[in-house]
């Protein structure tokens, strides 16, 4: 009787721990898709600030190439309106020469 009653005691610590890790874990996963869902909105914002700059930069990249476009001549365009003007009447070699 006594034996049967330590097994009791050793099987109902058993179950005991066992749903207590049950629940840890589920608590872990839970906090763990949290904390993912967190970092990934973090990593997502960086991206999107990332290729925001490269846009940028881009963009002023593109500008600087076309201030200094060379013409058949030689000369670089001093001002971006004349290349507009060379853009609108589609002339490859427009300068200031011409």
Same mark, same amino acid.
């Given at each position: 009787?006594? /034996?049967?009653?330590?097994? #009791?005691?050793? /099987?109902?610590?058993? !179950?005991?721990?066992?749903? #207590?890790? $049950?629940? @840890? ?9 949290? !904390? #993912?869902?967190?970092? @990934? ?12 700059? @490269?846009?940028?930069?881009?963009? $002023? $990249? ?24 060379? #853009? ?11």
């Amino acid at each position: 009787m006594v /034996t049967s009653l330590k097994k #009791d005691i050793a /099987t109902k610590r058993r !179950e005991k721990n066992h749903r #207590d890790k $049950e629940n @840890y874990k589920k608590r872990y996963r839970k906090l763990q898709k949290e !904390e #993912d869902i967190e970092s @990934y909105r973090k990593l997502q914002k960086r991206r999107e600030k990332i290729i925001r700059g @490269y846009k940028k930069r881009e963009e $002023e $990249e593109r500008g600087k190439a076309r201030m200094e476009k060379k013409c058949s001549h030689g000369l670089r365009f001093e001002r971006l309106n004349i290349y507009r003007i060379a #853009d609108r009447y589609n002339v490859k070699n427009f300068c200031l020469k011409r």
